[in-house]
């Protein structure tokens, strides 16, 4: 077959991922230290090169199962980074994306084979190349999202607490939020429902478990929280 696009340098995709978890109330994010070069020892976001038989979003598929053992993550692309020299390795073009994944799921072993660990948000310290732009933008487009669709209990185990809910929302918009006002709009959402169990580790008394219903949400998705 003739060679169409001879006379055009060539240069690499990559996917990086932009995995953020929550933990202690607080946003956390996926990162590893590089194991090679170039910049080998220093602060990265997960990621990997996109093959010459899948897509980019089957790419980001399997390297967000790579990286976590998980399949079914809630994941969406950010925007593409492709900056002259923005990787001193190569010429490299990179569509980044945010994962989602709630406490229990974590694959630590995973975690601990790729060299990575979880740093919460307020602690990050300066990643390589373009990172520290990945997760800004990251952080803006899920507050987005976050705010007109229920994104949010991706990060959540399924059974949570009305604190922990307020206490996510909170980091994902940056504020804090009236405690009153909070669960009376929580009250009037069909979607989260009681599971009639407690939590008692924190008082003996307990706070009450609840849940998100998808099929609720599903017969009239409408969702603003923050």
């Not at 990286?67 to 020299?85: R, S, W």
Request: aromatic fraction near 12%; hydrophobic fraction near 40%; include cysteine.
């Amino acid at each position: 077959m003739k060679n169409f696009y001879c006379e055009y340098s060539k240069f690499h995709v990559a996917i990086d991922c932009i995995i953020f978890g929550f933990t202690g109330g607080k946003l956390s994010l996926l990162v590893q230290k590089r194991s090679f070069e170039p910049a080998k020892g220093q602060w990265s976001l997960m990621g990997g090169f996109v093959r010459k038989d899948e897509s980019i979003d089957e790419a980001a598929h399997r390297i967000l199962f790579e990286l976590t053992g998980l399949a079914d993550l809630y994941m969406e692309q950010v925007g593409t980074f492709g900056e002259i020299g923005r990787d001193p390795g190569e010429r490299v073009i990179s569509v980044a994306y945010y994962a989602l994944i709630a406490p229990e799921k974590y694959d630590t072993g995973n975690i601990r084979n790729h060299n990575a660990c979880w740093m919460d948000m307020d602690n990050v310290p300066k990643l390589i190349f373009d990172h520290d732009d990945m997760v800004a933008a990251a952080k803006r487009r899920m507050r987005e999202k976050a705010s007109v669709s229920p994104i949010g209990f991706n990060l959540l185990p399924e059974k949570f607490t009305l604190s922990q809910l307020q206490s996510l929302y909170e980091a994902i918009s940056g504020s804090a939020m009236d405690k009153r006002n909070f669960r009376k709009k929580v009250a009037s959402m069909k979607f989260i429902g009681t599971t009639g169990e407690k939590d008692k580790t924190g008082s003996r008394k307990g706070a009450v478990l609840y849940r998100f219903i998808k099929e609720e949400y599903d017969k009239e998705p409408e969702f603003k929280i923050l």
